[in-house]
C-alpha cells in the first residue's frame, strides 16, 4: 500500500511540476453557469428569429450587431486534476506541486457563417466583426512569471479530496450580419468568453 502510494504520489508532483496552463476553451469546461441567457447555439430557431430582424434590414456596407447577453456573468470548472480518497483508517500525509506560466483570457464561438480568425497571439472574429462590437482586446493571452506552490495536507480517513480549476467570467453573444453594397455576404451567432479569474481549488468530502 505504501509503495502504491508513494508512486502516485510522485506522479502527481512530476505532473503539476511541469503543468503549463495553455489556452482552455469555455466549450470544454466541465461545467459552465451562467447566470441569466444561455450559449449562443443553445438558442432555437425561433427564439432567434426576433433578434435575427434586427439585424436583417439590409444596409450598404459594414456589419449590423444585436446582442443578446452583455458580459453575463459566469462560473466554471474548467478541468479535474485528480480525485484521491483515504479509504484506510489512518491519516494519509499527502503533497502536490504545481506551476503556472500562461492562462487565456479570451474564446471565441460562431454559428452560421461568420468566421474566426486565429493567428499566434489573438484569436477573433474575421472580416473586421471584432471592430463592429468594440473588443478592446489586443492578445487573447495573459501571461505571468513562473509560479511554484506547493501545499501539504493531511487526508483524514473516510474522506475524499478533489483538486479542480474553478473560475469566473463574462459572456457575451448575439447575433450578425455583414453587408457589402447591401448584399449579404455573412449572418449567424457569436460569442465571446473573457475570463476573469482562474485558480485551482481543493475540496475535501465525506466519502
Do not use: C
Amino acid at each position: 500500500m505504501k509503495k502504491v502510494l508513494i508512486i502516485f504520489i510522485m506522479l502527481v508532483f512530476v505532473m503539476f511540476s511541469n503543468k503549463l496552463i495553455k489556452a482552455d476553451h469555455y466549450r470544454n469546461f466541465e461545467e459552465l453557469n451562467i447566470t441569466n441567457g444561455k450559449l449562443i447555439d443553445q438558442y432555437t430557431s425561433n427564439e432567434l428569429s426576433s433578434h435575427y430582424k434586427e439585424v436583417d434590414k439590409r444596409k450598404f456596407m459594414g456589419w449590423k450587431v444585436k446582442t443578446i447577453n452583455n458580459r453575463v456573468k459566469v462560473s466554471f470548472i474548467s478541468e479535474t486534476i485528480f480525485t484521491y480518497y483515504n479509504d484506510g483508517y489512518t491519516p494519509i500525509d499527502y503533497n502536490y506541486k504545481r506551476e503556472d506560466t500562461e492562462t487565456s483570457k479570451y474564446s471565441f464561438s460562431a454559428t452560421g457563417s461568420i468566421g474566426l480568425s486565429q493567428t499566434s497571439s489573438k484569436t477573433g472574429f474575421k472580416n473586421g466583426l471584432d471592430g463592429s462590437l468594440k473588443l478592446s482586446y489586443s492578445t487573447d493571452k495573459t501571461s505571468s512569471s513562473k509560479e511554484v506552490y506547493e501545499v501539504k495536507m493531511k487526508v483524514d480517513p473516510g474522506t475524499q479530496v478533489n483538486l479542480y480549476y474553478y473560475g469566473e467570467g463574462y459572456l457575451t453573444n448575439g447575433v450578425a450580419a455583414n453587408y457589402l453594397f447591401f448584399i449579404r455576404n455573412n449572418r449567424g451567432g457569436y460569442e465571446v468568453f473573457e475570463m476573469s479569474s482562474k485558480y485551482y481549488k481543493l475540496e475535501k468530502v465525506r466519502i
